[in-house]
């Protein structure tokens, strides 16, 4: 029996909200540092409130400044790679899936366990190989080079494979009855019920795509190529220089808006596809 305990409640919610604050205070912190200037940053104690910059600071990051890459110009990049290699993943894992599991035909499992072996060889243990393919094919300062060699991915297969396992083979029987062939069926079919499952793989594929750094920092030498994550790093300071704190943070804030936007507008069905008993 399910017990009314107020005192639980309260408590639990005390609890969530001090965790929300805490994880809340860096992000208000890198804020209030983008809409100051470079000696309120420097001048101890850092701000709590935001202050005049933000105009400025925010249109110094966008738009370029002292010859640095405008970070509009970086979003860009990031976005085209994180959607490149998460759609990529998902056709190509989905298809992979598709053939393992509804097509009969020699060495059918040896494909599948040689995929879920790539598990153990992610790009840092490959990287010295996989560059010099990107070199020969000359995908050196481009889009294909920042996303094709992590276009692959054995996870996503594994888990879409587990997936059209589930589906009950009455189902393929009847498209077979109705004269469905094998895509229109993939088409259909399979790809409907395996939307929630896609929406969770984007979420976290995009997010993964958007936080390269040792790739995209390998494959391109064009300041016009760099990705957000490159460009922050480029911004912080070395050695006695102050770096421009208030642009850094700017850029830093800008950053994180596109994955927070993707995780906000895809979150109903990224929990669904993660919780979702009916599977």
Same mark, same amino acid.
């Given at each position: 029996m399910v017990t009314n305990n107020r005192f639980g409640t309260i408590a639990v919610h005390a609890l969530l909200m001090i965790g929300v604050a805490l994880m809340c205070l860096p992000i208000w912190l890198t804020f209030v540092g983008s809409t100051v200037t470079q000696a309120e940053i420097v001048r101890p104690p850092l701000p709590m409130l935001p202050g005049g910059q933000l105009v400025e600071n925010y249109s110094a990051a966008l738009f370029g400044h002292e010859g640095r890459t405008p970070v509009a110009r970086m979003l860009f990049n990031s976005?085209? $790679? %994180?959607?490149?290699? %998460?759609?990529?993943?998902?056709?190509?894992? =989905? =298809?992979? %899936? #598709?053939?393992?599991?509804? !097509?009969? #035909? *020699?060495g059918r499992m040896l494909c !599948?366990? @040689?995929? !879920? %072996? @790539?598990? $153990?060889? *992610?790009?840092?243990?490959?990287?010295? *190989? @996989?560059?010099?393919?990107?070199?020969?094919?000359? =995908?050196?300062?481009?889009?294909a080079g920042l996303i094709l060699p992590l276009i692959a991915s054995a996870t996503a297969t594994f888990l879409f494979r587990q997936f059209f396992m589930t589906v009950p083979d009455e189902l393929v029987e009847a498209a077979r009855m109705d004269g469905a062939g094998p895509m229109r069926f993939f088409r259909d079919i399979l790809l409907p019920l395996s939307i929630t499952n896609i929406a969770a793989l984007f979420v976290i594929l995009f997010i993964y795509g958007w936080n390269q750094f040792l790739w995209p920092l390998l494959v391109t030498t064009d300041p016009d190529m760099n990705t957000i994550v490159m460009g922050i790093k480029q911004m912080l300071p070395s050695a006695d220089d102050y770096g421009d704190w208030p642009v850094t943070m700017a850029t830093a804030i800008l950053a994180i808006l596109p994955p927070v936007f993707v995780v906000l507008a895809m979150q109903r069905l990224f929990v669904r596809g993660l919780i979702d008993s009916e599977k």
């Amino acid at each position: 029996m399910v017990t009314n305990n107020r005192f639980g409640t309260i408590a639990v919610h005390a609890l969530l909200m001090i965790g929300v604050a805490l994880m809340c205070l860096p992000i208000w912190l890198t804020f209030v540092g983008s809409t100051v200037t470079q000696a309120e940053i420097v001048r101890p104690p850092l701000p709590m409130l935001p202050g005049g910059q933000l105009v400025e600071n925010y249109s110094a990051a966008l738009f370029g400044h002292e010859g640095r890459t405008p970070v509009a110009r970086m979003l860009f990049n990031s976005t085209v $790679m %994180a959607l490149g290699i %998460a759609i990529g993943k998902i056709v190509i894992s =989905l =298809l992979s %899936a #598709f053939a393992i599991v509804y !097509f009969r #035909f *020699p060495g059918r499992m040896l494909c !599948f366990w @040689t995929i !879920f %072996a @790539t598990l $153990m060889l *992610p790009v840092e243990v490959r990287i010295v *190989p @996989t560059y010099q393919v990107a070199v020969n094919l000359g =995908l050196l300062n481009s889009y294909a080079g920042l996303i094709l060699p992590l276009i692959a991915s054995a996870t996503a297969t594994f888990l879409f494979r587990q997936f059209f396992m589930t589906v009950p083979d009455e189902l393929v029987e009847a498209a077979r009855m109705d004269g469905a062939g094998p895509m229109r069926f993939f088409r259909d079919i399979l790809l409907p019920l395996s939307i929630t499952n896609i929406a969770a793989l984007f979420v976290i594929l995009f997010i993964y795509g958007w936080n390269q750094f040792l790739w995209p920092l390998l494959v391109t030498t064009d300041p016009d190529m760099n990705t957000i994550v490159m460009g922050i790093k480029q911004m912080l300071p070395s050695a006695d220089d102050y770096g421009d704190w208030p642009v850094t943070m700017a850029t830093a804030i800008l950053a994180i808006l596109p994955p927070v936007f993707v995780v906000l507008a895809m979150q109903r069905l990224f929990v669904r596809g993660l919780i979702d008993s009916e599977k």
